[in-house]
């Protein structure tokens, strides 16, 4: 399960480092108003399939992507925000 998620982090630094043409990835990796309009979009079309009942998985899958993408385009890195979740266990 988490290797999924580690995996699109390898592919968005990745791509970071060797862009690929057309890549809809590097798009948002370039574009930080996209990537933010993206992740605004996704959450809430997340929160009204939530509401709706409706294609939550689809959703939440799509808010997952934009925010690793967003999250790697303006420099915050994964460990970091893992490091900061750690110190708030109680």
């Known amino acids: ?17 060797t862009p ?6 590097n798009q948002l990796l370039n ?14 079309e997340l929160i009204e399939a939530v509401e709706k009942n409706t294609n939550k998985i ?3 899958a799509d808010v997952f992507y934009h925010l690793i993408m967003y999250l790697e385009a303006n420099g915050i890195k994964i460990e970091e925000v893992m490091q900061e979740l750690n110190k708030r266990k109680k």
Do not use: P, Q
Not at 1 to 17: D, H, P, V
Not at 35 to 43: Q, T, Y
């Open 20 to 25: 690929v043409e057309g890549s809809y990835t």
């Open 1 to 17: 399960m988490l290797s999924t998620l580690e995996s699109l982090f390898n592919l968005a630094r990745e791509r970071k480092k």
């Open 31 to 44: 574009d930080k108003s996209l990537s933010k309009e993206k992740v605004l979009e996704e959450i809430n």
């Open 58 to 60: 689809h959703e939440a």
